[in-house]
Nanobody
Framework: QVQLVESGGGAVQAGGSLRLSCAAS????????MGWYRQAPGKQREVVAT???????????TYADSVKGRFTISRDGAKNMVYLQMNSLKPEDTAVYYC??????????????WGQGTQVTVSS
C-alpha cells in the first residue's frame, strides 16, 4: 500500500513563502515519480511540479509555467519525503495541494496515489 501525508500548508500574504512536505510510506519516494498537484475551488486539479525517481533514467524535474522560477520540488529518498518550496506566493496560488506518487508497472499504465491534501491560502 502507498500512503502519502501532506503538511506545511497555511495562510500567507502575497510575496511570502511556504514549504510543503509529503511523508510517504515505504520506499515510495526513492522508487517512483513524485509530484505536487493543486486544485482551487471550481477548477480542475493541475500539476504543479514533478520529480522523477532516477531509477531508470537520470533524475529530472518539471514545473507548471505558472510556478516556474518560484517553486522548487525536491526529494529525500532516505527519509521518504518530498518537499515543495514555494516562494513569491501569489493569490492565484491559493488551492489545496496534493502529494502524488506515480507508480509504473511493467507493460501497464501507471497508477496514481494521492495524499489528503493541505490548504494553501495566499492573501493580497
Amino acid at each position: 500500500q502507498v500512503q502519502l501525508v501532506e503538511s506545511g500548508g497555511g495562510a500567507v500574504q502575497a510575496g511570502g513563502s511556504l514549504r510543503l512536505s509529503c511523508a510517504a510510506s515505504g520506499s515510495t519516494v526513492a522508487r517512483n515519480r513524485m509530484g505536487w498537484y493543486r486544485q482551487a475551488p471550481g477548477k480542475q486539479r493541475e500539476v504543479v511540479a514533478t520529480i522523477s525517481s532516477g531509477v531508470i533514467r537520470g533524475e529530472g524535474t518539471t514545473y507548471a509555467d505558472s510556478v516556474k522560477g518560484r517553486f522548487t520540488i525536491s526529494r529525500d529518498g532516505a527519509k521518504n519525503m518530498v518537499y515543495l518550496q514555494m516562494n513569491s506566493l501569489k493569490p492565484e496560488d491559493t488551492a489545496v495541494y496534493y502529494c502524488n506518487a506515480r507508480i509504473y508497472y511493467s507493460g501497464l499504465p501507471y497508477t496514481d496515489y494521492w495524499g489528503q491534501g493541505t490548504q494553501v491560502t495566499v492573501s493580497s
